[in-house]
């Protein structure tokens, strides 16, 4: 009976366990889905924003295959010294790493680490939940904010920013940042990118929803509109920017209407510096105007623009992070494989393999993530059945039990129901529906009934 590894319980790995589970090639396959955090669903839990109930509600489908009597959630196990992946692999007869990338891409300019500018996966963490967020003051004396990079998470902040409480109190959002961000004070958000409308990364839904916000109007200037080749003529756009540069057109056209709140959306500028005030911490970015190369990039006009700002967000990109133990491409932020097979020293790792952001870049919706299993999944169950890595190996004892040899306390299945239970009971407490517990202390002590 083969018992494979899923490391990471997002959608990738979710993806993973349903593809090995329900298949007939290979009998009996059982799936252990290992997450660092006592909760299930990755960025589905702590990366949708919590207004985005539709895509939220993805939770339920996950739950259904972590449900199945073939799959085992094990939660706050990580991967590291006292259990590395060779470890892993012993009490395993094959390992799949659905981790992820972790980390944001860094804009690489003087100022980015003053007091005030932050990842967006700080802030979106903050608002999330996250039991590893920092609460970073985010908006405290802030009355104008900048978001540099044009997809769908920059869009989600600039949302976030300009939301009132009204809005948000339906949300599962922890009380303390419902509370702050209550409180803001913050009238302007500028969401700026280097290049063009036509090749912005945002989807034409998450752009709606910017001009369906109460007393909130968007600003677009036409002029930096017309910079983009496409503008004059769409036809020859995918169907995705075409809807997009329409929606922008439109919003051009539109007179001021003195709303309370402010979303700039700016194209054609490239940030050159984080500038600091009197105090320290930051008070605006400086931006050099681009231009169309001719070739889909942009060039730099040496014109110069600042932006007066409280606080900067990053939104540039995620980026993979090593784990130790496994294979690591610098340049990608990937796992090296082939077909999903983990390649060390260019050759193919008996049993050990990847899917998800940490195998082919941070790319993609969440329904990529099934293509992408479903390639890792044939791999495996191509070595499976050929016999050619580790079929007969198979562990006598439940890897249950290796693991905390390791050290482990794996959070089960009861203790993620007993979170839930906990959340739902913190809500009604507060007069809400379920609410987020933010802690490690609080999550641990729900699951374990302390």
Request: charged share 25%.
């Amino acid at each position: 009976m083969p018992h494979i590894a899923v490391v990471g319980s997002g959608p990738s790995g979710v993806y993973t366990a349903q593809g090995l589970v329900r298949q007939d090639r290979v009998p009996d396959v059982r799936v252990d889905v290992l997450d660092r955090l006592p909760c299930p669903y990755g960025l589905v839990r702590y990366g949708v924003a919590p207004d985005h109930e539709k895509i939220k509600s993805l939770q339920g489908n996950l739950r259904s295959v972590l449900e199945d009597e073939r799959v085992r959630f094990l939660g706050g196990v990580e991967i590291g010294p006292a259990l590395p992946p060779a470890g892993l692999l012993e009490l395993y007869d094959a390992v799949v790493y659905c981790v992820g990338a972790a980390a944001d891409r860094r804009l690489g300019v003087p100022g980015e680490d003053l007091p005030g500018s932050w990842s967006a996966t700080d802030f979106v963490a903050w608002y999330s939940a996250h039991p590893d967020a920092v609460d970073g003051g985010f908006v405290g004396g802030v009355r104008s904010a900048v978001a540099i990079g044009v997809g769908n998470v920059s869009v989600d902040v600039t949302r976030m920013l300009a939301r009132g409480a009204t809005e948000l109190l339906p949300t599962d959002m922890p009380r303390a940042a419902l509370d702050t961000l209550a409180a803001s004070e913050v009238r302007d958000v500028h969401m700026v990118g280097r290049r063009g409308p036509s090749q912005a990364r945002f989807t034409t839904k998450e752009l709606r929803e910017l001009g369906g916000l109460p007393d909130t109007e968007v600003v677009v200037d036409e002029s930096e509109l017309a910079l983009d080749p496409a503008y004059a003529d769409t036809s020859g756009l995918p169907a995705a920017q075409r809807r997009n540069v329409e929606v922008l057109r439109g919003w051009a056209a539109e007179p001021p209407r003195g709303a309370r709140r402010r979303i700039h959306l700016r194209f054609y500028l490239r940030p050159v510096e984080v500038l600091a005030g009197g105090d320290g911490r930051v008070a605006g970015v400086r931006f050099e105007r681009t231009r169309p190369d001719g070739h889909g990039g942009v060039t730099g006009t040496g014109d110069f623009e600042e932006v007066a700002a409280q606080l900067v967000l990053r939104s540039v990109g995620y980026r993979g992070v090593p784990l130790e133990g496994l294979p690591f491409d610098e340049s990608s932020g990937t796992v090296p494989h082939e077909a999903g097979r983990v390649l060390r020293d260019g050759r193919v790792a008996p049993g050990e393999y990847v899917a998800g952001w940490i195998k082919r870049g941070p790319t993609g919706v969440i329904g990529t993530n099934r293509p992408c299993a479903k390639e890792t999944v044939t791999s495996l169950l191509d070595d499976l059945g050929d016999a050619v890595a580790f079929v007969g190996d198979s562990p006598a004892r439940d890897p249950l039990s290796g693991l905390i040899a390791a050290g482990a306390r794996p959070v089960l299945w009861d203790g993620w129901r007993a979170i839930e239970r906990a959340e739902a009971e913190l809500g009604r407490g507060l007069g809400r529906g379920s609410v987020k517990i933010p802690d490690w202390e609080g999550l641990l002590g729900a699951a374990r009934g302390s």
